[in-house]
């Protein structure tokens, strides 16, 4: 077993490692940053706008640059969270709470480096997890066909849910966004076209590329622009890593020591749970911190245990995450749906035989994760008098940069004008998502996955000669259609059980 892993681990780094993958994993992690540093921007936007600059690449390699935006932004976006209490991105939201307390006390630079420190190796732990949990899931891969593949889909959709947000209504109309625009193009099995409107540009479809683009990048742009981000000042802040003051003491060390563990576990589970991912992860890596404190009073003002949980618990998500996505082909967030977007953009097809028939894809970006993580604890350190001088940078001449990436990045993806109209109306819909309380995520992660269902049902119906008998005839069928019954019914029963007992309890109030 052991010898497997190494072995398999070997073969990755020799990819990762290669003069042309460490370059793009060091582009990445350091564009991660910088995405991280512009609040509410996030790593979804960022690898949707910056997809177009892996054109021309090797899949592997492109796909090992994305990945290093996409945990790259985790350790960028605590550091507005400390310096100017600005979230870079949701899952930095718990960081706020003692990180910005503790610079006000004068101790940023502490607070700086302890959550580079925790995000190492929250992000460490998380990609020695997702190492040990490889090889069982090749051995499990073999077993699957079309009928496994649509049912993993189908749960995966379920999923959908979970990025809706409390009004489910609003959720389930962006979901029906994303499926609308999955039908374009041609039928699967008639081979005619379907909403193309006589445009040989569409008769492909619409790549997800320029819609999430649209979505996320321009959507967040026009938000921020309507909420007058674009006036306020540069916040002009100076820090040096020189300074005797800019490193941790030894109590907090060891403060943490134990903090590290717990807020890797948790954030590990919430990652692996679609639908969970770092935000809550982060949020509940926080909660049991100050709950096994000894001390929670502490907690909210300035606490360095504060700061060090929620950020190794976004890390490990953000490394836990990659299971569903790798293993069944199941996003959990906005970021690793765009991401599975880029997979299928390669012809990288998620799911368990992924690791069978692509290996040398599989463990290259998971040891391209091991290297991305130290290259970004050393940004995190050493650059980040660098990364703090981005704050100054106005943000009303950030947008028309970000706005040409999106453009030409759209266009680029098959030189049509048609993409980068489809660039513009995406962006309009976004920002009326952003507006009126929609899911963007939601639109994205439907687009993905409901033509990739369309397909494996289809094949399924051609295999079974119209009779559907594979959802239950094959062993691993069965159980998975047990499991998705399961949770549709669920819900369902739990709803009306509460309802019969509701009424129960009022009619018993109203006797006498």
């Given at each position: 077993m052991?010898?497997?892993?190494?072995?398999?681990?070997?073969?990755?780094?020799?990819?990762?490692?290669?003069?042309?993958?460490f370059?793009?994993?060091?582009?990445?992690?350091?564009?991660?940053?910088?995405?991280?540093?512009?609040?509410?921007?996030?790593?979804?936007?960022?690898?949707?706008?910056?997809?177009?600059?892996?054109?021309?690449l090797?899949?592997?390699?492109?796909?090992?640059?994305?990945?290093?935006?996409?945990y790259?932004?985790?350790?960028?976006?605590?550091?507005?969270?400390?310096?100017?209490?600005?979230?870079?991105?949701?899952?930095?939201?718990?960081?706020?709470i003692?990180?910005?307390?503790?610079?006000?006390?004068?101790?940023?630079?502490?607070?700086?480096?302890?959550q580079?420190?925790?995000?190492?190796f929250?992000?460490?732990?998380?990609?020695?997890?997702?190492?040990?949990?490889?090889?069982?899931?090749?051995?499990?891969?073999?077993?699957f066909?079309?009928?496994?593949y649509?049912?993993?889909?189908?749960?995966?959709?379920?999923?959908?849910?979970?990025?809706?947000?409390?009004?489910?209504?609003?959720?389930?109309?962006?979901?029906?966004?994303?499926?609308?625009?999955?039908?374009?193009?041609?039928?699967?099995?008639?081979?005619?076209?379907?909403?193309?409107?006589?445009?040989?540009?569409?008769?492909?479809?619409?790549?997800?590329?320029?819609?999430a683009?649209?979505?996320?990048?321009?959507?967040?742009?026009?938000?921020?622009?309507?909420?007058?981000?674009?006036?306020?000042?540069?916040?002009?802040?100076?820090?040096?890593?020189?300074?005797?003051?800019?490193?941790p003491?030894?109590?907090?060390?060891?403060?943490?020591?134990?903090?590290?563990?717990?807020?890797?576990?948790?954030?590990?589970?919430?990652?692996?749970?679609?639908?969970?991912?770092?935000?809550l992860?982060?949020?509940?890596?926080?909660?049991?911190?100050?709950?096994?404190?000894?001390?929670?009073?502490?907690?909210?003002?300035?606490?360095?245990r504060?700061?060090?949980?929620?950020?190794?618990?976004n890390?490990?998500?953000?490394?836990?995450?990659?299971v569903?996505?790798?293993?069944?082909?199941?996003?959990?967030?906005?970021?690793?749906?765009v991401?599975?977007?880029?997979?299928?953009m390669w012809?990288?097809?998620?799911?368990?035989?992924l690791?069978?028939?692509?290996?040398?894809?599989?463990?290259g970006?998971?040891?391209?994760?091991?290297?991305?993580?130290?290259i970004?604890?050393?940004?995190?350190?050493?650059?980040?008098p660098?990364?703090?001088?981005?704050?100054?940078?106005?943000?009303?001449?950030?947008?028309?940069?970000?706005?040409?990436?999106?453009?030409?990045g759209?266009?680029?993806?098959?030189?049509?004008?048609?993409?980068?109209?489809?660039?513009?109306?995406?962006?309009?819909?976004?920002f009326?998502?952003?507006?009126?309380?929609?899911?963007?995520?939601?639109?994205?992660?439907?687009?993905?996955?409901?033509?990739?269902a369309?397909?494996?049902?289809?094949?399924?119906?051609?295999?079974?000669?119209?009779?559907?008998?594979?959802?239950?005839?094959?062993?691993?069928?069965?159980?998975?259609?047990?499991?998705?019954?399961?949770?549709?019914?669920?819900?369902?029963?739990?709803?009306?059980?509460?309802?019969?007992?509701g009424?129960?309890?009022?009619?018993?109030?109203?006797?006498?």
């Open positions: 052991l010898a497997d892993i190494a072995s398999n681990l070997s073969l990755g780094l020799s990819v990762a490692a290669s003069p042309e993958g370059l793009f994993l060091v582009i990445g992690a350091f564009l991660g940053m910088i995405v991280g540093l512009f609040p509410g921007f996030g790593p979804a936007a960022g690898i949707a706008v910056l997809i177009p600059m892996t054109f021309g090797q899949p592997t390699i492109a796909i090992i640059m994305l990945a290093g935006i996409y790259g932004s985790m350790y960028g976006g605590t550091i507005t969270s400390i310096l100017i209490n600005t979230p870079g991105e949701s899952a930095t939201v718990a960081s706020t003692d990180g910005y307390p503790l610079a006000q006390k004068g101790r940023a630079g502490p607070a700086l480096v302890m580079a420190i925790a995000s190492f929250g992000g460490t732990i998380g990609v020695i997890l997702i190492t040990a949990l490889a090889p069982s899931l090749a051995n499990f891969a073999a077993s066909g079309p009928s496994e649509f049912l993993i889909i189908a749960v995966g959709l379920l999923m959908l849910t979970t990025m809706m947000g409390d009004n489910k209504f609003k959720g389930f109309i962006s979901a029906l966004i994303g499926f609308a625009i999955g039908t374009i193009g041609v039928d699967v099995m008639s081979g005619q076209q379907r909403y193309t409107f006589g445009s040989p540009e569409l008769i492909g479809g619409v790549y997800f590329v320029a819609v683009i649209g979505l996320f990048g321009i959507g967040e742009l026009l938000h921020c622009i309507f909420n007058g981000q674009h006036r306020q000042p540069a916040k002009r802040l100076r820090i040096s890593f020189r300074d005797k003051e800019f490193w003491s030894r109590n907090d060390y060891h403060e943490s020591r134990w903090t590290f563990w717990r807020g890797s576990a948790i954030g590990f589970v919430a990652g692996v749970l679609p639908g969970s991912g770092a935000t992860g982060s949020i509940i890596g926080y909660s049991v911190e100050k709950k096994v404190a000894k001390d929670p009073e502490k907690f909210g003002k300035g606490e360095m504060g700061l060090v949980a929620p950020e190794a618990a890390n490990a998500a953000s490394a836990g995450a990659m569903p996505l790798l293993s069944l082909g199941i996003p959990g967030s906005g970021a690793t749906a991401l599975l977007g880029a997979f299928l012809g990288l097809q998620p799911g368990p035989l690791i069978v028939n692509d290996p040398e894809f599989v463990w970006l998971i040891a391209s994760m091991y290297l991305g993580n130290m970004l604890i050393a940004m995190s350190i050493f650059a980040i660098l990364f703090v001088k981005f704050l100054d940078i106005p943000y009303v001449n950030v947008v028309p940069v970000i706005v040409l990436l999106c453009v030409i759209a266009f680029a993806i098959n030189a049509s004008i048609v993409e980068t109209w489809i660039l513009v109306l995406s962006g309009l819909v976004g009326a998502m952003k507006k009126y309380g929609y899911s963007p995520a939601a639109t994205v992660l439907a687009l993905v996955l409901g033509s990739m369309e397909e494996t049902f289809l094949q399924t119906y051609i295999i079974s000669q119209g009779t559907m008998n594979l959802f239950w005839e094959r062993p691993v069928s069965l159980v998975l259609s047990i499991v998705l019954l399961t949770v549709i019914v669920t819900p369902i029963a739990l709803s009306i059980l509460s309802r019969i007992k009424g129960t309890s009022k009619m018993n109030k109203g006797t006498p």
